[in-house]
């Protein structure tokens, strides 16, 4: 058993932290930059390997099986993830104009006579005379909301692979091979006796 630093679910977030530094320079998604992304993820795993062989924990089974997910699982799906906002900021979030200042005008322009609207008719219940004013004002910044509610979208599919991460982190601690358990007991065991000693 690894400490839960080093869990699958732990290593994950700590992965995706480490590519998220470096996913605002990614303007296309190629083989080269998955495998820079490959490299960077096997040195972090490197890292962390040598960090529990310090604490006595040798488990080398254990991060075969993280960098098979990490191969299989982590990097694909960060792919997917990274492709579609890639796709997304290409077409400036599908804003009209990208959100320019044109477009900033318009759409205060367009909140003012819906804030209009609103109050002039009486099947809607705003009797506020203020509040095309309010509308007028807070028009420019709907392609901000726009943009904001994709990255708060971007940001919950990473947290839904970390929690992906941790159910499978659970089953591999589940179903881990016999032969893999004994070979760490042994291990365990051989540790044991120079603990006592000193």
């Given at each position: 058993m690894v400490p839960e630093k080093y869990r699958l679910a732990a290593v994950g977030r700590f992965l995706l932290?480490?590519?998220?530094?470096?996913?605002?320079?990614?303007?296309?998604?190629?083989?080269?930059?998955?495998?820079?992304?490959?490299?960077?993820?096997?040195?972090e795993l490197v890292?962390?390997?040598?960090?529990?062989?310090?604490?006595?924990?040798?488990?080398?089974?254990?991060?075969?099986r993280v960098r098979r997910v990490v191969d299989d699982i982590v990097l694909p799906r960060y792919a997917k993830v990274v492709n579609d906002?890639?796709?997304?900021?290409?077409?400036d979030y599908g804003i009209w104009?990208?959100?320019?200042?044109?477009?900033?005008?318009?759409?205060?322009?367009?909140?003012?006579?819906?804030?209009?609207?609103?109050?002039?008719v009486p099947y809607i219940p705003i009797e506020a005379k203020w509040f095309p004013a309010v509308t007028l004002l807070a028009g420019p910044f709907f392609p901000d909301l726009i943009q904001g509610w994709y990255r708060w979208r971007y940001r919950r599919k990473l947290d839904e692979l970390v929690r992906d991460l941790d159910a499978v982190?659970?089953?591999?601690?589940?179903?881990?091979?016999?032969?893999?358990?004994?070979?760490?007991?042994?291990?365990?065991?051989?540790?044991?006796?120079?603990?006592?000693?000193?």
């Amino acid at each position: 058993m690894v400490p839960e630093k080093y869990r699958l679910a732990a290593v994950g977030r700590f992965l995706l932290e480490q590519f998220e530094l470096r996913r605002p320079g990614v303007r296309e998604w190629t083989p080269q930059i998955e495998a820079s992304f490959r490299q960077q993820a096997e040195a972090e795993l490197v890292q962390m390997e040598r960090q529990l062989k310090e604490m006595e924990i040798d488990d080398p089974q254990y991060w075969q099986r993280v960098r098979r997910v990490v191969d299989d699982i982590v990097l694909p799906r960060y792919a997917k993830v990274v492709n579609d906002d890639i796709a997304l900021a290409k077409r400036d979030y599908g804003i009209w104009r990208g959100g320019d200042l044109v477009a900033r005008g318009t759409f205060a322009l367009a909140g003012f006579i819906l804030g209009i609207i609103a109050v002039e008719v009486p099947y809607i219940p705003i009797e506020a005379k203020w509040f095309p004013a309010v509308t007028l004002l807070a028009g420019p910044f709907f392609p901000d909301l726009i943009q904001g509610w994709y990255r708060w979208r971007y940001r919950r599919k990473l947290d839904e692979l970390v929690r992906d991460l941790d159910a499978v982190s659970g089953t591999l601690e589940t179903y881990r091979p016999l032969s893999e358990l004994t070979e760490s007991m042994r291990a365990d065991v051989a540790l044991e006796p120079r603990e006592r000693s000193h």
